[in-house]
């Protein structure tokens, strides 16, 4: 069962807050802007373009995408575990008596994070010229396709791993076990062929990478290094997002 | 006296529906029992009362019927839909103002409202005029646009119940909803809240361990340590103190007392130059005392028992000993409500 208007609800009520809190907005956005210009602008110096491994773009061109995917990882995952400040400040029991399934609950907070993260992409994603990308409207438009599914599959995982904790005091537990990794083991900031064998496997296992991967093929078009074709890398940011779904609505449906 | 406060007309009074039943309901959280197989029945139209210390299980009885725990054994219904099994149909008929605050702070007023209206799925005509009519119901009108972090606590808890309100329930749960406020919110707090059966034909279930509070119920249960003690109406939780105390001064004792204890055949004590006597019907004795007496009698005053009594003697303990003190004002306070809704 599906309730529009509550799914509806929950996504206003977000993004009436995002569109508030103009300090949410500024730090994450100034996050990425600091990866970008101080990380890549620095590590330009170490790496080549001729290195191969990034097929010819250089090093600032070759994090953009990963950049992309980091504003979309931090800004989906805290969007998700806000779920846990409601838990903590009641309002998550307002909408757990609401006469709403919890399968609408968790789609329309997957959706609240998914449209508050594709906003602070898209505003990153405009900074393209800046580093001497040439984006035609076709890979504009993919490239924010692929941010939305990214962002939903992200948010859906935030929700999973909120239906497991009880306080917010979980909160730096969350961010260095489970978003830095994951953030570090997608081929955002290197190749993933540079990385020694266990690492690779666990990229493998890391949905984000998927995610990142097919952000450089809509960004890189035909001048890329990829890890997996865009089929599989759609492909599995699909099935994971049906997967934390489905996961998330029955945590959500069991009972103390 | 309960009756007064239902909006049921009087000759239907004797044939009401049960609109919640619980039944040998526990609730264990490890090897702690929190409700320990405890029964009763809540009157459409009502206010009903669940009177305890801190920790009674209260607050997870009330969970249990809203659908948020399940409980261990035992079943409970709302409308005949069990709490656990039928959970989406009780929630379309519950509204509730939890124990803690619920609001989203960082929202106004009216954006809380909206939001609950849109999760409880009201009809996009009734949407504005309904929070337009509970937000003039709770006084907040013309606070709709600020951010509900600016509102003080009675402010909050007025809005949570306006927001209980807008879906229109069969139910309200109240847990404890005047805790924390000061005396002079409290008593503005109940004095709508004893409105609400007639004006919203809505079944209150309440919980508090104010005193005062429970008198204005139609029906109580005193519980305690997870257990119902015993469940009545005010005046019969008071009888099973033993009735009224009567006092009496005139101007001989001697022949008063003989006087009395002839016409009523009870038992008159003097202490202190003042005689006394107990009665289940204390106040219609005194016309009788005043008339028998004559000009003899000098002063007459009534002793109440309070719950507080009752408590005391059913568990062996105040309710809560702090709260005893700062009591008077709001006793009066109700007692001035509850006078002015008799009027109304
Ligand atoms: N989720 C829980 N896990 C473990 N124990 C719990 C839980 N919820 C309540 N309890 C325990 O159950 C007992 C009853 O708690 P409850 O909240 O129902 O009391 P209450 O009557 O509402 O008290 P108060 O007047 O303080 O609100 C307490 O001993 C409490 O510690
Ligand atoms: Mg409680």
Redesign the pocket.
């Known amino acids: 069962m599906i309730e529009v208007n509550a799914i509806y609800v929950l996504v206003a009520r977000e993004f009436k807050k995002f569109i508030r809190e103009k300090s949410r907005l500024i730090s994450t956005i100034a996050r990425p802007l600091i990866w970008l210009f101080l990380v890549g602008g620095g590590m330009s110096r170490l790496v080549s373009p001729g290195m191969g491994l990034m097929g010819g773009v250089t090093y600032i061109q070759f994090i953009f995408p990963g950049i992309l995917g980091m504003t979309i990882l931090f800004s989906a995952i805290f969007s998700s575990i806000s779920i846990i400040w409601d838990k903590e400040f009641g309002l998550m029991k307002e909408i757990l008596v609401a006469p709403v399934s919890r399968f609408s609950i968790v789609l329309g907070k997957a959706l609240s994070g998914t449209i508050v993260s594709v906003i602070q992409a898209v505003i990153i994603l405009c900074l393209f010229p800046l580093l001497g990308l040439k984006l035609g409207v076709l890979a504009i438009i993919e490239t924010i396709i692929i941010c939305t599914l990214l962002s939903f599959c992200i948010a859906s995982l935030g929700i999973v791993i909120a239906t497991f904790y009880e306080s917010f005091e979980s909160f730096s537990v969350i961010m260095n076990f489970i978003v830095m990794p994951m953030f570090f083991l997608s081929g955002a900031m290197y190749p993933v062929k540079m990385l020694p064998d266990i690492l690779k496997v666990l990229t493998r296992l890391n949905p984000f990478t998927y995610g990142i991967d097919a952000l450089k093929h809509a960004i890189f078009r035909d001048g890329g290094v990829f890890d997996f074709s865009i089929v599989t890398d759609i492909g599995v940011l699909l099935v994971t997002s049906i997967v934390f779904v489905l996961i998330a609505g029955t945590m959500f449906e069991r009972k ?1 | 006296m309960g009756a007064k406060y239902s909006y049921l007309p009087p000759f239907l009074l004797n044939s009401y529906m049960s609109i919640i039943k619980v039944e040998n309901l526990v609730k264990k ?2 090897n ?1 029992t ?2 320990n197989d405890i029964s009763f029945e809540v009157e459409e139209g009502t206010i009903f009362g669940f009177l ?10 009330i ?1 249990i019927l809203c659908t948020l725990l399940a409980p261990t054994s035992g079943r409970a219904s709302i409308f005949g839909f069990d709490c656990t099994k039928q959970s989406s149909e009780v929630r379309k008929a519950i509204g509730i103002v939890f ?1 803690d605050m619920t609001l989203d702070k960082d929202l106004t007023a009216y954006e809380n409202l909206v939001f609950h209206a849109y999760l409880y799925d009201v009809k996009k005509s009734e949407r504005e005029p309904r929070i337009k009519d509970a937000l003039n119901f709770v006084d907040l009108y013309d606070r709709r646009n600020d951010l509900v972090k600016k509102f003080s606590g009675g402010m909050k808890r007025r809005l949570e119940v306006a927001r209980g309100l807008i879906h229109r329930p069969k139910v309200l749960f109240l ?2 909803p005047t805790l924390g406020l000061d005396p002079q919110t409290r008593a503005n707090l109940w004095d709508f809240i004893v409105d609400l059966p007639r004006k919203h034909k809505v079944t209150i279930f309440m ?1 508090t ?1 104010y005193m005062e509070e429970a008198e204005v119920c139609s029906k109580i249960a005193i ?1 305690d340590n ?1 257990k119902i003690i015993i469940v009545g109406t005010p005046d019969e939780l008071k009888k099973t103190i033993g009735g009224d105390v009567i006092y009496i001064k005139t101007s001989d004792n001697k022949r008063a007392k003989l006087e009395i204890e002839k016409l009523f055949q009870v038992n008159v004590f003097e202490q202190d130059s003042e005689l006394f006597l107990t009665s289940l019907k204390g106040d219609a004795c005194i016309p009788e005392i005043i008339r028998a007496l004559g000009d003899s009698v000098l002063s007459v005053r009534l002793q109440r028992p309070t719950l507080n009594d009752v408590f005391l003697k059913m568990t062996g303990k105040e309710i809560r000993v702090e709260e005893v003190s700062s009591g008077d004002t709001i006793k009066e306070e109700v007692r001035s409500y509850r006078r002015k809704f008799d009027r109304g």
């Not at chain 2, 305890?52 to 009885?61: D, I, L, V």
């Open positions: 103390k | 959280f490890g702690l929190a409700v305890g210390p801190n920790g009674a299980g209260k607050t997870t009885t969970n124990q847990d404890e919980t361990h519980i997870g």
